[in-house]
């Protein structure tokens, strides 16, 4: 298991959530692989992902990645059979990856475990959580199983992540349950830039929202679709009650810190590891642009020699598997 990087912060949660509590994040993954139920409240779950802030989530597709991205420091790896770029080259349905190659992941490192169900697909997420995966990951990447409906999150034990593409979406996927947030970016394409425009849509919206009166924030709820207690809850904090990832085409160490200095609290990097010339080494240095994203002389450092990037692709409305941001909404 990760270190505890941070204490968990929030002290207010969404309506109809549990209490939250300084979690320890062992105890809770073997009670959830033992099936416990005392750890299912929101803010459990959202203490959670507090601790992976800071941090680098690697896609890994088999044990041997798993171990090159916890060797190089990634706080924890997301299972899945295919990155995000082969789902897209590739096409078909992409589903929930096969249970035992999750738990190989899950066997081969110490660190969480993520696993990705499809939009609405909450009997896959019941089998993830059954072979006690660390958190679950509703993901656009994978072909949606419901185009209306997303999983109740409160339902589930195990905290979800969701992707969002602005605040409303945000607020909406966290009064479902999703525990922590991330952009939706553009996955597959080694392009930061749909990442960049996500992430600046929440933050922008927050800092409007925390100038607004109440009056103003009925409106202004009205108007992105969020629910009123969590946009008040937002505008007081001045940031999301959940933590927010960056995810969706980030590809260099400058990628990954230029998300940070956005404001992001850490990122997910998925294709642009393993379809990169040197994986071990690129990984290393993500992580180290992520912890010292404000210290150029450091990130012109572990930006040297790294060997050929991922090939990034253009993003159009005809690009290749379509806009993945898209589904979900
Ligand atoms: O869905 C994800 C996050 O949960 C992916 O891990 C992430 O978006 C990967 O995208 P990319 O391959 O462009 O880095």
């Given amino acids: ?11 207010e949660v969404p309506q109809g959530a549990g209490t939250a509590i300084t979690p320890s994040i062992a105890p809770a993954r073997s009670a959830q692989r033992e099936g416990g139920n005392s750890l299912g409240t929101f803010g459990v779950k959202s203490g959670l992902a507090q601790m992976l802030k800071g941090g680098v989530i690697m896609d890994v597709v088999n044990a041997e990645q798993a171990r090159i991205a916890e060797e190089a420091g990634a706080c924890a790896v997301m299972a899945l059979e295919r990155v995000p770029a082969d789902i897209r080259a590739e096409g078909g349905v992409a589903r929930m990856s096969d249970p035992q190659m999750i738990k190989e992941i899950v ?22 959580q059954a072979i006690g995966v660390d958190y679950i990951d509703e993901s ?24 969002a593409r ?8 966290i009064s479902e349950g999703a525990a922590f947030i991330r952009s939706k970016g553009e996955a597959g394409t080694g392009n930061v ?14 800092r409007r929202a ?15 679709q969020a629910p009123f207690h969590l946009l008040k809850e937002t505008a007081r904090l001045k940031r999301l009650p959940v933590v ?43 992580v ?39 589904r979900g909404n």
């Fill in 1 to 11: 298991m990760a270190t505890p990087v941070t204490t968990p912060s929030i002290q």
């Fill in 107 to 128: 066997d081969a490192v110490t660190i969480p475990v993520m696993a990705k169900v499809r939009i609405g697909h909450f009997v896959e997420a019941q089998i993830l």
């Fill in 140 to 163: 656009e990447v994978l072909t949606p199983a419901d185009d209306e409906h997303h999983i109740n999150k409160h339902a589930f034990k195990v905290p979800f992540v969701c992707g």
């Fill in 166 to 173: 602005d605040l409303g979406e945000a607020l909406r996927r």
């Fill in 193 to 206: 830039v749909e990442a960049v425009r996500h992430s600046r849509a929440v933050m922008s919206q927050i």
């Fill in 210 to 224: 925390s100038v607004m009166n109440e009056e103003e924030l009925y409106l202004f709820a009205k108007e992105i």
């Fill in 244 to 286: 927010n990832f960056a995810a969706g085409g980030i590809a260099t160490p400058a990628d990954a810190a230029l998300m940070m200095q956005l404001g992001c609290d850490g990122v997910f990097v998925g294709s642009g590891i393993f379809h990169s010339g040197d994986p071990a080494k690129r990984a290393r240095a993500i």
């Fill in 288 to 326: 180290q642009a992520v912890t010292h994203h404000n210290n150029a002389k450091i990130l012109a450092e572990v930006s040297e020699n790294l060997g050929a990037a991922m090939v990034g692709l253009t993003i159009d409305p005809n690009i290749k598997g379509g806009l993945l941001a898209k």
